[in-house]
């Protein structure tokens, strides 16, 4: 039996006999909860006061989650034999930095500037949560952040980060409908400045629209993410669409909170201008740091337009579920975009592996906020 049942089976909160209502079990066990966790678990979590399935079933939905680990684990591994075998003269000394005081500061300035992109992506959700008319502290919104991106960065989870944001802020705030559409609205905006961000670097710099696969792949990834999103967005403010769900009761509310958030956000032109700024501040702030990596690993003069124009198509393919925090894959789409400007291959491997290890010791930041913050719940006004 899965412990959803079992929790809902205990009654009204999810409380077992062993566990009081108004706690939540230690950082160890929310941990395992939020392996492989899904936005549909999230919602039955909200609305039933129970807690996602246990990755320790030896049920069917548990092997399949121990299988679907298994994969992306072989993935994230082939995909880096896969690079390791397509360069026969692969140099391992070029993964590492030659280390000198002008290397440290490089390497120092560049987690800063991550550090930096975490508390503006807390901003623009904060930005979000205001145009959705949620009260919200900024203070309270960065540890949140930070939590999230430690299990992003550490568990084998694809949405693991943002289930938890949206779990933790919305038993504070009492409304995780809003909250979950805060979340939801946040990622979308961002998404949507990617590929914008991708066409201004091929706009401003005409070398770099004669790199062949390079800038196709590039072009390609910007527009179908673009019209994507814009269909998703589209949609979600439909009446007919996202409007539809709009009297429901059930888990289809969360469905209803996105449409409203869209809807408000659109009527609110002042507050969506200020989401997307910072949303467009935050991936610059994300390419300086990139730049700063790259100059620390003995990249020459790239500069910054080649990743403003690449850097995008980076990020979207490293979100896709089919590794481990984007291992192997961030790595060969750095291989695509940066070999024909010149940079070696295990330089372009490097900068994938410096920018994940940057990411993860950001996210260490976030221990504390998380192991703190997984043992009590506020009770929600």
């Known amino acids: ?108 300035a560049a987690l800063a500037l991550t550090l930096l992109a975490l508390v503006l992506s807390a901003l623009r959700w904060h930005q ?7 009260r919200s502290h900024l203070r309270r919104l960065v540890p949140l952040s930070f939590a999230g991106q430690f299990v992003s960065n550490v568990l084998p989870t694809t949405v693991g980060g943002d289930v938890l944001r949206v779990s933790r802020l919305s038993k504070e705030n009492g409304d995780p409908t809003g909250t979950f559409a805060s979340v939801v609205l946040e990622r979308l905006t961002g998404w949507l400045v990617l590929p914008l961000i991708t066409l201004f670097g091929l706009a401003v710099n005409p070398g770099l629209r004669d790199l062949g696969r390079a800038t196709v792949l590039a072009v390609v990834t910007a527009v179908v993410t673009l019209v994507a999103l814009v269909v998703v967005l589209v949609l979600a403010d439909s009446p007919r669409v996202g409007g539809r769900f709009a009297t429901s009761e059930g888990w289809t509310r969360f469905v209803a909170a996105v449409h409203t958030g869209v809807t408000q956000l659109r009527h ?21 740091a990139a ?54 291959a295990e330089q372009a491997v490097a900068l994938g592996l410096m920018l994940y290890l940057l990411n993860l010791a950001v996210g260490l930041a976030g221990v504390p906020t998380f192991a703190v913050g997984g043992r009590t719940a506020t009770a929600a006004p």
Do not use: K, N
Request: with cysteine; charged share 15%; net charge negative.
């Open 268 to 288: 609110r032109p002042l507050s969506a201008a200020a989401v997307l700024a910072v949303g467009v501040v935050y991936q610059v702030v994300l390419c300086l």
């Open 291 to 344: 730049l700063m990596a790259a100059a620390a690993l003995g990249i020459g003069d790239m500069g910054l337009t080649p990743l403003l124009a690449f850097l995008p198509a980076v990020l979207i393919a490293q979100v896709l579920p089919i590794g481990i925090a984007g291992l192997g894959i961030r790595e060969a789409a750095f291989v695509v975009f940066l070999t024909p400007l010149g940079v070696p």
């Open 128 to 134: 979000v949560l205001r145009a959705l008319g949620l």
């Open 1 to 108: 039996m899965h412990r959803a049942a079992r929790d809902s089976a205990s009654g009204a909160g999810g409380a077992t006999p062993d566990e009081p209502t108004g706690h939540r079990r230690g950082p160890e066990a929310e941990l395992g909860d939020l392996v492989e966790s899904t936005v549909p678990e999230l919602i039955a979590a909200e609305t039933e006061g129970a807690l996602p399935p246990d990755p320790g079933d030896r049920t069917p939905s548990g092997h399949r989650r121990g299988l679907v680990l298994g994969v992306r684990i072989a993935v994230s591994v082939g995909m880096l034999a896969v690079l390791y075998w397509q360069m026969p003269e692969f140099e391992w000394s070029a993964l590492a930095p030659r280390w000198s005081s002008r290397t440290a500061g490089l390497l120092v």
